[in-house]
């Protein structure tokens, strides 16, 4: 799909890779997110263990996974927290953000659908993440599909816009965000409509839900680049970005 386009139709990137995509800076972005995993994982914990209406039994199989992911997280992304093997291991260190920042705009439904079960959630409320989470990884291949256009068209060329040039992509960045605001809309009046269950209670689910589709959706729309990073460090020697002399290796 990319092997017939040359080192010049990524120049643009080239320049991104040596400036706020350089492995220092990536290091920074990954501990960022480890945060927010832990964020995560630890009220997955917190309400998996000390719940008492949470009694599904797929939570025996899912929770340790999810620590047990979030160990190997935190591992590679205390790994690279040193600069020189940052730098040094940088070709690994692009393919892991792909996976970590991936993982990351997911992984925040799983410990909604367990406040969902928590709060005994009509079951609209599962509907709408599930169509929330299937339309962003949707969009998120969209979102490749676009990139790998615009490496076509030469945006990645030497002077060019890159992966995002919101004067010429209006229509792309505003559809997720119609989306959203019809799909929570709907959530919204649903939730306005049901009366058997407090308000406050569920215009937590429904804020909850809000934050997790946006990052989901924000994520998928940054997203290519950092797959057009990864491949393009491990075709292109070139694109290895050098250490700076205080940390040379």
Request: charged share 15%.
């Amino acid at each position: 799909m990319l092997n017939k386009y040359e080192e010049k139709d990524f120049l643009k990137l080239k320049e991104v890779s040596t400036e706020r995509l350089l492995p220092s800076n990536i290091s920074v972005g990954l501990i960022g997110a480890l945060f927010l995993s832990a964020a995560i994982n630890g009220v997955l914990l917190y309400a998996v263990m000390y719940s008492s209406y949470i009694n599904n039994p797929i939570w025996d199989f899912v929770l340790p996974i999810c620590i047990s992911l979030f160990i190997i997280q935190s591992i590679i992304t205390l790994f690279f927290f040193n600069q020189k093997r940052a730098f040094a291991y940088q070709n690994f260190q692009s393919i892991f953000v792909c996976i970590v920042t991936f993982k990351v705009s997911v992984e925040g439904y799983i410990v909604y659908f367990a406040i969902l079960e928590d709060r005994f959630a009509p079951s609209y409320f599962g509907l709408f993440a599930i169509i929330f989470l299937v339309s962003g990884l949707m969009f998120l291949i969209l979102s490749i599909l676009r990139a790998v256009k615009r490496v076509r068209d030469g945006h990645f060329r030497k002077g060019q816009k890159g992966l995002l040039d919101f004067k010429d992509s209006k229509s792309y960045v505003s559809l997720p965000i119609i989306f959203g605001a019809t799909i929570t809309g709907g959530a919204f009046m649903r939730m306005l409509s049901n009366s058997y269950h407090p308000l406050s209670s569920m215009l937590e689910i429904y804020f909850i839900l809000s934050l997790m589709a946006l990052l989901q959706f924000a994520i998928a729309v940054a997203w290519p680049e950092f797959f057009l990073l990864a491949y393009c460090k491990h075709r292109f020697k070139t694109f290895k970005a050098n250490p700076p002399k205080r940390i040379e290796m």
